[in-house]
């Protein structure tokens, strides 16, 4: 089955600063890569995702990028600001599979 | 209106009990699942639905069964409650039938206590 890696597992970052966090799959039929926030207390919730046929996609201050043959993707999150505090989870999934295979979470604080 | 709900919102209960949570969707989604978040927060997938019909069910302790009455509702049932059980519990719906590339939505979670 599929095994996502997700480093590192704290980050800590200056107000404004960019955070970066990474995940590598093993199974080369994943096609499908989001990332979900979870804030204290709060449920997961999708704040970007990319697929296979592309490298890269941003929305706002985020982006995902995506090397296919290295197997890993990762999250940018530029001019961080203390909103942004939360646990990042990447995830990976397929056509041919029925379930994501989550990362083991990164926990990111923002300081002001 | 609330897209994925769970009932209760906490939970505290003694050890060997029998509890059960509930979830419900009105986004008309097709497959709905169970994970697991425990103090670590790592989120562990447990079951999945597909159409009142089990999909998955990953290596979770018999003790633990989930019901779909029909495709809104999935519920999760637990026997004999013990120390273990101890986490946040959370429902979630995808609109895909058979493939892992959509997005998945969570419910608020259940946060479970059992002393």
């Known amino acids: 089955g599929e095994n996502v890696e997700q480093h590192p597992s704290t980050l800590s970052v200056q107000e404004g600063d960019s955070a970066v966090i990474k995940c590598t799959y093993s199974d080369s039929a994943s096609n499908y890569f989001p990332w979900y926030k979870q804030e204290l207390g709060k449920r997961p919730q999708l704040i970007i995702d990319i697929r296979s046929n592309v490298g890269e996609k941003k929305d706002q201050r985020i982006a995902v990028t995506l090397n296919k043959t290295a197997k890993h993707f990762s999250l940018h999150i530029t001019e961080t600001q203390p909103e942004d505090s939360a646990v990042y989870f990447c995830a990976a999934g397929s056509n041919t599979g029925n379930q994501f295979y989550f990362g083991t979470g990164t926990s990111l604080t923002v300081i002001p | 209106d609330t897209a994925v709900s769970q009932t209760p919102k906490y939970l505290v209960t003694q050890m060997g009990n029998d509890k059960s949570i509930k979830c419900e969707q009105n986004l008309g989604h097709d497959t709905m699942y169970w994970y697991k978040q425990d103090s670590k927060k790592f989120l562990k997938i447990m079951f999945s639905y597909n159409n009142k019909e089990l999909i998955i069910n990953e290596t979770v302790p018999n003790r633990f069964s989930p019901k779909s009455p029909d495709k809104a509702h999935l519920n999760l049932h637990i026997n004999s409650l013990e120390l273990g059980d101890s986490a946040v519990y959370f429902c979630?719906?995808?609109?895909?039938?058979?493939?892992?590339?959509?997005?998945?939505?969570f419910g608020p979670g259940t946060r479970l206590t059992v002393l």
């Open positions: 979630a719906t995808s609109p895909e039938t058979t493939r892992a590339t959509d997005t998945q939505y």
